[in-house]
Structure formats: structure tokens, C-alpha cells
């Protein structure tokens, strides 16, 4: 078939998506139809030929993808700063967003030789093996408590020299052994409040406790703020993902540690508050 007809497939496939309410339907036509041909996305058009399996095989995904399934679920893997991770149906899927912690984290080890860094919810392990990858001296420290996230972390941290540790956050005795001797401490929380309206593919798709976190959206928030504070070493620094409703009461929980200091609230891309920084007086 001529490549004339990959793009009428392609023409096709974004009209379903946007149709079924899918937020980036050109993207994700696109992303669906490369990944079948196992092309980047940018060389898509420049494919010669395709045949009918190929056109039918972009249909099926679409369908999916229509029906609201995540894009990183259907081609098994999400792009998360300088690595990718395999994802599917268990475990969070790693957002862009959080590559603006990852950065911060990441300029702050600037200097600072053999760093030793704990990634609390590590979820897939994106931010742990992203900071693995940029800085091969570093020691770091993975933890998650769901099985099933586990499950894929451990498939992607499986070949580094991350530890991966099956552990809850809120238990005021994990990482006892490292009191005082992280030089980062980078945390992705669940942190959105209970009942606040999601789209299908994180209502039906992400676990419900890698979102949410009680009515305020703290529960989880509240007791990392306590672990940082002892993790860290004099000098040290933590960085963490929070909700855009979160712009005063989050910095606010890390002020009211006297070892914190340098409390400092960062907006994304679109402007919206998402994550604050703090350091180890
Ligand atoms: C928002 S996801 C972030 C995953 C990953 N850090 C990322 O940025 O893609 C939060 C993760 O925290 C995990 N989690 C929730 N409560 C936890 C707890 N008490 N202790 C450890 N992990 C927890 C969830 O299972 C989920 O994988």
C-alpha cells in the first residue's frame, strides 16, 4: 500500500480519537501508527510501503486507545527524562512534569561527588533510574509498597545498581540505617485529594493508591516530610511532587521543620504549582 494511504489511516485514527475525547489526538495517531511500524514518530511519512496488517494493527490500538487506555499502556513504555520505562496495567505512568524534579534534583548533585539519593513511591522507578543514569557515582535508594509496582520497578531497575526496597513511606522506621546520610531526597507522592474528578485514563487506569491520598491530599505528603528531615545529611536536599492545590499548604508543612530551611515552591511548565524544594539546615 502506497504511503498515501498511511496517511488517510493516520487522518482516520485522529478523528476517532477526537471524537472519544482523547486530549492530543494528532500525537497519539501518530505515536500508535509509529509504534506499529516501529519507526520514530518524526520518520513516520517518509515509510514507503505499508500493507493492510499494518493499517489494521493501527485500528485495533486506536480503538483502545478511544476507549480511553492510556498511549503508554498500548505500546508498553513511557519516555521519562534521559530513560524510558516499561509500563502497563499495575503501575503509575511515569508524566513529563515530574522531569522538572528529576532536573532540580539533578542540578542540586552538581558538585557533589558519590551522592547518595532515596526516591520514596518510586512507582516504575523512573526517577530512581533516571538519576542512576545521569550519575553513575550515585548510590540510590528505591522504595515502593505495592506489589505490582514493585513488580515493574524491579523490571526496570532489574540491571542497575539501584536498591529496590518493598517499603511503606509512613512507617517511621524505614530506612533507619541511612538517618542522616542522604544527600537527596526526591518524592512523587500520590497527592491528589479523594473525589477530585480525573480523566478515564487515570480513574480506570492508574492504581487508585499512586493518585490519591485522603480528603486533603496529604496523607502521604505529611509523613515523607518527617522521613526527609531525618534522611538527610547537613547540606542535604529534598525535592517533591505535590498537587497545584497544594501551593501554601505543602511549603507550609516543610516551614514548620526548624532543619528545613530554603523552603521554595516551583511552578511548571504551564505555570501551575507542583513541587517544592527544601534544605537540610
Ligand atoms: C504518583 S506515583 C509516582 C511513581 C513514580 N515516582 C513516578 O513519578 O512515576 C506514587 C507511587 O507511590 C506509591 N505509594 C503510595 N503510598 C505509598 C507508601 N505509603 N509507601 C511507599 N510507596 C507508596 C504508589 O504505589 C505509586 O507507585
Excluded at 486530549?23 to 519507526?39: F, G, M, Q
Excluded at 542522604?182 to 480525573?198: I, Q
Excluded at 518527617?226 to 545529611?233: G, I, V
Aim: charged share 20%; net charge negative.
Amino acid at each position: 500500500m502506497s504511503r498515501q494511504l498511511l496517511r488517510l489511516a493516520i487522518m482516520e485514527a485522529q478523528r476517532v480519537l477526537a471524537e472519544a475525547g482523547v486530549p492530543s489526538p494528532r500525537a497519539d495517531a501518530e505515536l500508535i501508527a509509529a509504534h506499529v511500524l516501529d519507526v520514530p514518530r518524526g520518520k513516520l511519512l517518509l515509510t514507503p510501503m505499508v500493507d493492510r496488517e499494518v493499517v489494521d494493527a493501527i485500528a485495533g490500538l486506536v480503538r483502545e486507545r478511544a476507549k480511553r487506555v492510556p498511549l503508554q499502556h498500548l505500546v508498553g513504555w513511557a519516555p521519562f527524562g534521559p530513560v524510558t520505562v516499561d509500563v502497563g496495567p499495575g503501575v503509575f505512568v511515569p508524566r513529563p512534569e515530574t522531569e522538572q524534579l528529576l532536573t532540580w534534583g539533578l542540578e542540586f548533585l552538581v558538585d557533589r561527588p558519590g551522592p547518595v539519593v532515596v526516591d520514596l513511591c518510586t512507582g516504575s522507578g523512573a526517577l530512581a533510574l533516571a538519576v542512576a543514569t545521569s550519575r553513575p557515582d550515585a548510590t540510590v535508594h528505591a522504595v515502593e509498597i505495592d506489589p505490582t509496582a514493585l513488580a515493574w520497578a524491579r523490571r526496570n531497575l532489574g540491571d542497575t545498581t539501584v536498591r529496590l526496597h518493598a517499603g511503606d513511606v509512613t512507617d517511621p522506621s524505614l530506612f533507619a540505617e541511612l538517618d542522616g546520610s542522604v544527600d537527596l531526597v526526591l518524592c512523587n507522592p500520590p497527592y491528589v485529594p479523594v473525589d477530585t474528578p480525573v480523566p478515564p485514563e487515570v480513574s480506570e487506569h492508574d492504581p487508585f493508591g499512586a493518585v490519591f491520598a485522603g480528603a486533603d491530599g496529604l496523607s502521604v505528603i505529611r509523613p515523607v516530610v518527617t522521613l526527609a528531615a531525618r534522611l538527610l545529611r547537613v547540606g542535604g536536599a529534598v525535592g517533591m511532587e505535590h498537587d497545584d492545590t497544594h501551593a501554601e499548604s505543602v511549603p507550609a508543612l516543610l516551614s514548620a521543620r526548624k532543619v528545613l530551611t530554603g523552603v521554595e515552591d516551583h511552578a511548571d511548565l504551564a505555570g501551575r504549582p507542583r513541587f517544592v524544594t527544601a534544605h537540610r539546615a
